[in-house]
Antibody
Framework: EVQLVESGGGLVQPGGSLRLSCAAS????????MSWVRQAPGKGLEWVAN????????YYVDSVKGRFTISRDNAKNSLYLQMNSLRAEDAAVYYC??????????????????WGQGTLVTVSS | DIQMTQSPSSLSASVGDRVTITCRAS??????LNWYQQKPGKAPKFLIY???SLQSGVPSRFSGSGSGTDFTLTISSLQPEDFATYYC?????????FGQGTKVEIK
């Protein structure tokens, strides 16, 4: 059974840092792209970052570029999100999600097929 | 960035009703469109990929259609467990973006 378990959320002051972790099990972690997706309280979903299987490619939403860093440790089956210079607008539930590619009609289609339960980040003084 | 716009933002329906949710992309995305269901306090659940392909285990009352910029999620006969918020998401180009959500409530 695929499981993704996030941890590391909490209360942090504006300008502070936090490191989120996601422990993966039930699948070959090193074979998948992984993502972080966030959801501000009462709001919709926002993709934050992606990382390729070996960590060589990383992509970020513009609002976190230069402040957040996605990384992974395939030996530990773990995904991370280092968040620096946190702002009030970064407050959200952060989800770890597995990226699956589906081949259909000779094309590939990406989707988030498994999600963790989320970890809450609160940014407040 | 590609903007995704869902309509309506919310709707009220009864068990057994046919429900349709629309998602429009701000530019061409072929069929790189996914649908998710989210219940309060829970993580999203993957329903449909490539605009019309049902994820494994998803009931057949859910269906998707569309290509280019206009897409539809249909629930053929609404069940009690279907009351939730539904999101579309494009995976055509980064940043991958979501619609604002459509909340399906009990009438």
């Amino acid at each position: 059974e695929v499981q993704l378990v996030e941890s590391g959320g909490g209360l942090v002051q504006p300008g502070g840092s936090l490191r989120l972790s996601c422990a993966a099990s039930g699948f070959t972690f090193s074979s998948y792209w992984m993502s972080w997706v966030r959801q501000a309280p009462g709001k919709g979903l926002e993709w934050v970052a992606n990382i390729k299987q070996g960590g060589s490619e990383k992509y970020y939403v513009d609002s976190v570029k230069g402040r957040f860093t996605i990384s992974r440790d395939n030996a530990k089956n773990s995904l991370y999100l280092q968040m620096n210079s946190l702002r009030a607008e970064d407050a959200a539930v952060y989800y770890c999600a597995r990226c699956e590619i589906y081949y259909y009609d000779s094309s590939g289609y990406w989707g988030f097929d498994y999600w963790g339960q989320g970890t809450l980040v609160t940014v407040s003084s | 960035d590609i903007q995704m716009t869902q309509s309506p933002s919310s709707l009220s329906a009864s068990v057994g009703d046919r429900v349709t949710i629309t998602c429009r992309a701000s530019q061409y995305i072929s069929t790189n469109l996914n649908w998710y269901q989210q219940k309060p306090g829970k993580a999203p659940k993957f329903l449909i990929y490539a605009a019309s392909s049902l994820q494994s285990g998803v009931p057949s009352r859910f269906s998707g259609s569309g290509s280019g910029t206009d897409f539809t999620l249909t629930i053929s006969s609404l069940q009690p467990e279907d009351f939730a918020t539904y999101y579309c998401q494009q995976s055509y180009s980064t940043p991958w973006t979501f619609g604002q959500g459509t909340k399906v409530e009990i009438k």
